[in-house]
């Protein structure tokens, strides 16, 4: 049954009856009463397919009957229901539903992923506290949650940077914004030659060639000293003469006279001598001649490569090969990614840095303000922690020597400042105490929603509240719902088996006559009738 109010209270639909294809085109609705536009009880229909987003609502002068939306629905809830300022974020209609919708039995948590912050904020709301000051503790929570992830990951290694400090950081990011300018700079200044190789290849070809040519000039130099050296050399007619002369002296002193015949000879000898120094002396001049030209050819052709050379070296040394220029802004981009990384480590760092002094600070804020809020209203809460006590000790057996100690702790959260609920019933290992401080939380929480008008005018315990509390504890709980429905005037619903209800009226020396709450309605697995849909299901 709760599953179901829940459901038409804009709640998601049932994971429990999701699987159901035998409701399929089904149309659950339920009959409520709420407040219309001149303030008077209106009674109002409201209509929700099983798989359906939309909801139809009859009889209610603040909404037309024409299909909404879940969130529509919502809406009209929150202002006109609950009440709920505009822009609190937190309770949620969800949450508020649950509370009086109970689905789920902890003693403060209407959900077991409820973090306590929010319950917090749906407890202040519903005591008459601020919320939005409640809710501040959500961005401690917040900030909390991300400092933890953030060391954590530092710890698992996966953000290793974050280890270095802020300045650090900086010096990186200074470091590399320097190169990437100074490439950048470089970058612009390149002239790209397509044709970049082949003239480093021809350079280099040349330089190979100037080398041999001037080997070739040395080799030429030094031919053409040696033929100069040996045209010097070369006996001339008037040393011939002298020869002569020194010859005839010698045979003079030796007695000897030189006959027509022998002097005759020696002119021979003479003139052949001088025709053989003739040959030669030619003969050096036009090898010298050659090696001469050979020589100015070599240096003509050594000038024309050096200066072609000259030139590919300027054009070489004044642009790039393409893959250069390609490979330069290839490093270009790398240093801008490098670049984009440290400024996110840095952003991160320094988040990281100062996460833990701003979470305090907020702290240190929402636990004052908080503090301010629960002291200005503790007149209120002390009605809340007095009925608390008093519910507890009536269930437990006031004044028969076996109350146990029972305190309602409403208060502020050292840790976060979120508003602090936390109910206390001296335990003796009984399984049922838990399923108690449920009870009697959500009793005080409808008492004071029913005098701060936050109220949805109902609460509904399903019977695995009370499965694990002793029968004549139960009686005695279900006879505080009903003193207290009177009181305040909501309405109590109960949906329980009746062999624990017969056991709870059995248990209770008189103290509990179920008759008058007794609905007429029976379910049973007996029939198709009998059953809650009309029909069975697995």
Request: aromatic residues 6%.
């Amino acid at each position: 049954m709760a599953l179901i109010v829940r459901y038409l209270l804009g709640g998601s639909k049932p994971t429990k009856l999701a699987k159901a294809p035998e409701l399929t085109g089904h149309e659950f609705f339920g009959l409520f009463e709420m407040q219309g536009r001149d303030g008077s009880p209106e009674r109002v229909t409201v209509r929700r397919a099983f798989d359906s987003t939309k909801v139809r609502v009859e009889g209610w002068s603040r909404s037309s009957d024409k299909p909404m939306s879940v969130n529509e629905w919502s809406a009209l809830l929150s202002l006109h229901v609950f009440r709920l300022p505009e822009g609190l974020e937190r309770p949620t209609v969800g949450q508020l539903v649950g509370q009086f919708v109970r689905t789920d039995f902890l003693p403060t948590k209407v959900h077991p992923t409820e973090s306590d912050w929010e319950s917090g904020c749906r407890y202040a709301f519903l005591f008459g506290l601020d919320a939005s000051i409640a809710a501040g503790a959500g961005e401690v929570a917040r900030l909390d949650k991300q400092q933890k992830a953030l060391n954590q990951a530092a710890r698992d290694g996966a953000l290793a940077d974050l280890k270095l400090d802020v300045a650090g950081l900086r010096g990186r990011l200074v470091t590399a914004r320097r190169e990437r300018d100074e490439s950048a700079l470089e970058l612009s200044n390149f002239r790209v030659e397509e044709r970049y190789q082949d003239h480093q290849t021809r350079a280099n070809a040349l330089s190979v060639e100037i080398r041999d040519l001037n080997e070739q000039e040395l080799i030429l130099q030094r031919k053409l000293t040696d033929l100069d050296r040996a045209l010097d050399e070369e006996t001339q007619p008037e040393a011939t003469e002298r020869l002569s002369r020194a010859t005839q002296a010698v045979y003079s002193e030796a007695g000897i006279a030189f006959s027509e015949v022998v002097l005759k000879r020696f002119d021979d000898v003479q003139a052949f001598h001088e025709s053989v120094v003739r040959n030669r002396k030619l003969f050096l001049q036009n090898e010298r001649s050659t090696a001469s030209e050979s020589l100015l050819s070599v240096q003509r052709r050594r000038r024309e490569q050096d200066t072609e050379r000259s030139s590919l070296l300027v054009l070489l040394q004044e642009s790039v090969a393409v893959g250069t220029y390609l490979a330069a802004q290839g490093s270009l981009a790398h240093l801008q990614a490098e670049i984009a990384g440290i400024e996110d480590r840095l952003k991160m760092a320094e988040k990281l840095e100062n996460l833990g002094e701003d979470r305090d600070a907020r702290a240190v804020e929402n636990k004052r303000r908080m503090r301010l809020e629960v002291a200005e209203q503790e007149t209120l809460l002390d009605e809340a922690r007095a009925l608390f006590g008093d519910l507890a000790a009536e269930i437990y057996g006031h004044g028969t020597g076996r109350t146990k100690r029972a305190s309602l702790d409403l208060g502020v959260s050292p840790k976060q400042g979120n508003f602090l609920v936390n109910p206390e019933i001296a335990a003796d290992g009984s399984a049922g105490i838990s399923s108690v401080k449920t009870f009697v939380m959500d009793m005080v929480t409808m008492c004071m929603a029913a005098k701060t008008g936050h109220s949805l005018g109902f609460l509904i315990h399903d019977s695995a509240l009370f499965d694990p509390v002793d029968s004549e504890q139960i009686a005695s709980c279900l006879n505080i719902g009903a003193r207290l429905a009177e009181e305040h005037g909501f309405q109590y619903i109960v949906t329980m088996n009746s062999d624990a209800l017969t056991s709870a009226i059995a248990d209770s020396d008189g103290a509990l006559d179920g008759g008058p709450y007794l609905l007429n309605l029976r379910l049973s697995d007996a029939s198709d009738e009998q059953k809650l849909f009309g029909f069975g299901f697995n």
